[in-house]
């Protein structure tokens, strides 16, 4: 039987059919502001609040800080306490960019997992990471590399990917090799503000459920609104009648 991590997220576990498949990695792609980091850091914090399982965090964007004030923002107001004890173990951008090659930094973390009972990660972003390497076979060979070793250590994985304009370049098809999972975040502009989405694209040895269902993302973070939308790119006020 597949073993399952539960993302703790309501909504979200149910249309993943119980959780993400455990030592997996998982996708997570959207624009900028679609949610991703908020869902990164939600995974982790639920991971130590409602399953008692410990994470990881790297972050090549945030610093310690801004990563403690992005979830006492959000609600998640035990973060730091849990920084302090070790049931959250970040490294942020300061320390994977001290390095100037990815191996070293890997180096780093592989010594922190020795021996040290972890089983959430989050990697944020996977574009970011891909900016360690010169080209695109060099990215993916390292990927496929760094996800074995993630598998190996027994670690249930989410990566972000920024989408759309800001890195066009890197929509390069990911997924095709990072196979494991595929979320989707998307949201659309409308009058009071956005509204937000998440589709569940692909789920290895899962039976998901692939329709895209509405989200909302407030205090306390992301909540995911089980009866699946009529998804439109375009504002409802914009519809043709
Ligand atoms: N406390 C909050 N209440 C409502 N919305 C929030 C709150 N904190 C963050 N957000 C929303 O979450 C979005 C940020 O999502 P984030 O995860 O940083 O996006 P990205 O996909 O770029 O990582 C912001 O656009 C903001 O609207
Ligand atoms: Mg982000």
Known sequence: MVELTKTGIDGLD???????????????????????????????????????????YLSFEEDEEDLREAAESIGFENWQDHVDEGAIKIYDKQVLLRENDFSASLELLLDDLDGEEYQRLVLDSLTMFQLFFDNEREQRTYLLKFTDILSENNLTTLMTNEQGAIFPETEIGLENFLTDGNIFLLQTPTDSGVNRYVWVAKMRKQNIDTDIFPMEISQGGITVHENASAFSMMNEDDAPL
């Open 14 to 56: 149910e249309i993943l059919n119980g959780g993400i498949v455990r030592n997996s990695t998982t996708l997570v792609s959207g624009n900028p502001g679609a949610g991703k980091s908020v869902l990164g850091l939600q995974y982790i914090y639920n991971g130590v609040e409602m399953f008692d399982e410990k994470g990881i």
